[in-house]
Structures are given as structure tokens and as C-alpha cells.
């Protein structure tokens, strides 16, 4: 009988790559990962891994052990789970990450009715957007990723992860009010901001990437970034006190901070979606299906109480 520890070790090194990263994933030392994976070996009868270089790599057989190691830890998990659930229990740890604003609009307000229904439920939240968090998707150290995406920048689909948009919502023009163009109702045009200061997120975030396009494609110019923040709080300051402009989503709610003119953008529209993520397969965990349901209701509501906001894509 193949031990599901060592299986971990050999999937996990199929993923990641090196052993050093399998033992920082799984808080092992690296020559605990080769004694595993030797053990392994033995087990199966087949050279599992080689050498190349200073590295291991899977041999053919190692490949198709992987595979299976996959399946079979994925079926462990969902039986466990399983079998809480039949007897009357929604239990276990959901590892969830997103963005600022889906968690105070989606997230936030379900979690009182979760507790309520699920008491053995545990949902570990991660405010964070960084890039590799699809790729912590497929590596299963998060369960749910709650990402932006916006019209302009797609993000790119992968067969491991099943995706839908929950909220889409009309990106604006956040301005101070004492700018010119803030004393009319009307939209504005991208051209007309070309010598503005700007406020957006960290280098390499979708904000920062939306802005450099939209300006580019609808101004005709690079904006000048003089503030950087990932906190919305900051960026409504740098808006309202820094003299800055900033392209800013419906739920941003800019428009009831003081001394914040919001306007339209002229001549085209610009989206946000807020688009949830699981490994495909992942909703038969009873843990996760009712993370995910809550979710999706949370969403409904949201979309029922701001005529503004589309529930799914536009």
C-alpha cells in the first residue's frame, strides 16, 4: 500500500520543481524530501526521480506516479470531508485570498451567515494581490482566489482552474474637486489628463497595468504615477488631498469621500469583473461548495442593492 505522505512529496515535486521548494512548502528538511522520495522508490519497485545537474527531476514512471498521487490525495481529502458531512457537519479549513474590495462587498457580508449555518467551518482569509496567486491555486495552498480582471486585461484561463464572474462594474475618473474638470457633469476625456499627477497600485498589480493602458490607448500619453498604494483608503487620500487622479471601480465608493469628483470616462467604457477562482473539481468538497454558495448569494445581493453593478459579465 503506497503511503499518501510520500505520494505528497513526489506531487508536490512535480509542481514546484526543486527540493528545496518541496521542503519549504511542506516544512520538511530537504534531505527528509530525498529519504521520502528514496522510501518511495523502494516501495514502487522503479526509478521515480533522477538526476540532472544539481537537481531531480521525475523519470517517466515518476511522471505518471505524479499523476496519480493527484487523484488520489484530491480523493482523500474529498472523503474525509465526506464523511464529516454525512454526519451533519460542514467542517475543515478554507484558505481564501482576494482583493481589497471583494472582500468588504462579497466576502465580509457572508461571513456572519457561514458561522451561523457551519459553526465547524473555518474560513482563513488573505488580503493579497500578487501575482503568483493562480499558480498558489494549482498548488493547492489556497482553496478560493477572489481576483480582478478588467475589460482591457483579461486574465489568461487555465484547464486546472474553473472560473465565473460574480460582479462586473464601470471603472470612472476620480478627481479632486477643485480640478478644472470636475465642475462639469459630463465625461471626461482620457487626452484631457495627460499632465496630471496620478494615483494606482504597486508595479505589476492589474490597477497599475489598466492604467498604463487606458491611458495610452484613450490619452495618447504615459501617465505620470506620482503615488503607489494597494490600500484604497490611500489612494482616496492621495485623490482628495495629493491633487491626484486615479481610475477607480463603482465599489470604490469614491464618490462619497470629501473633496472626490467622480466622472465617467469619454468615449469608451472601461470594466471591472470580479471573477472567483477554484481548482476544477474542488466544489465537491463540502467545505468549499459551501464557501463558494455563500459567495454567489453575497454577490446577489449586492447586485439587487446598486443598480450600478451587473451580477456576472456585462
Not at 475589460?151 to 462586473?168: A, M, N
Amino acid at each position: 500500500m503506497l503511503d499518501l505522505g510520500r505520494l505528497r512529496v513526489l506531487r508536490e515535486l512535480k509542481l514546484r520543481g526543486t527540493v528545496g521548494a518541496v521542503a519549504e512548502a511542506l516544512g520538511y528538511s530537504p534531505s527528509a524530501v530525498s529519504q521520502q522520495l528514496a522510501q518511495l522508490q523502494r516501495e514502487v519497485g522503479v526509478r521515480l526521480v533522477e538526476r540532472a545537474g544539481r537537481r531531480l527531476r521525475l523519470t517517466e514512471a515518476g511522471e505518471v506516479l505524479a499523476g496519480h498521487a493527484e487523484r488520489l490525495l484530491a480523493g482523500a481529502q474529498r472523503a474525509e470531508e465526506a464523511a464529516v458531512a454525512a454526519g451533519g457537519r460542514v467542517a475543515g479549513v478554507v484558505r481564501l485570498v482576494g482583493f481589497q474590495t471583494a472582500l468588504l462587498h462579497v466576502l465580509a457580508p457572508s461571513l456572519p451567515r457561514l458561522a451561523e449555518t457551519y459553526p465547524d467551518l473555518v474560513v482563513d482569509v488573505l488580503d493579497e494581490e500578487f501575482v503568483r496567486v493562480l499558480q498558489a491555486l494549482v498548488l493547492r495552498e489556497i482553496d478560493v482566489v477572489l481576483t480582478d480582471e478588467y475589460s482591457h486585461l483579461p486574465r489568461p484561463r487555465r484547464p486546472e482552474l474553473t472560473s465565473e464572474v460574480l460582479i462586473t462594474e464601470m471603472m470612472r475618473i476620480a478627481l479632486p474637486e477643485a480640478h478644472p474638470l470636475a465642475r462639469g457633469a459630463e465625461p471626461v476625456r482620457m487626452s484631457e489628463l495627460a499632465g496630471q499627477p496620478w494615483v494606482t497600485g504597486h508595479v505589476g498589480t492589474n490597477h497599475a497595468d489598466l492604467l498604463e493602458r487606458t491611458c495610452v490607448e484613450l490619452g495618447g500619453f504615459r501617465p505620470s504615477v506620482r503615488y503607489r498604494s494597494n490600500d484604497m483608503l490611500v489612494i482616496l487620500a492621495m485623490v482628495a488631498r495629493g491633487g491626484a487622479a486615479c481610475l477607480l471601480p463603482d465599489l470604490a465608493l469614491a464618490e462619497l469621500e470629501d473633496g472626490i469628483v467622480v466622472r465617467d470616462v469619454a468615449g469608451a467604457r472601461v470594466d471591472r469583473r470580479m471573477v472567483l477562482w477554484t481548482r476544477v473539481g474542488a466544489d465537491v468538497r463540502p467545505s468549499v461548495r459551501a464557501v463558494l454558495e455563500a459567495l454567489r448569494r453575497s454577490a446577489d445581493e449586492l447586485a439587487a442593492g446598486r443598480p450600478t453593478l451587473v451580477r456576472g459579465s456585462r
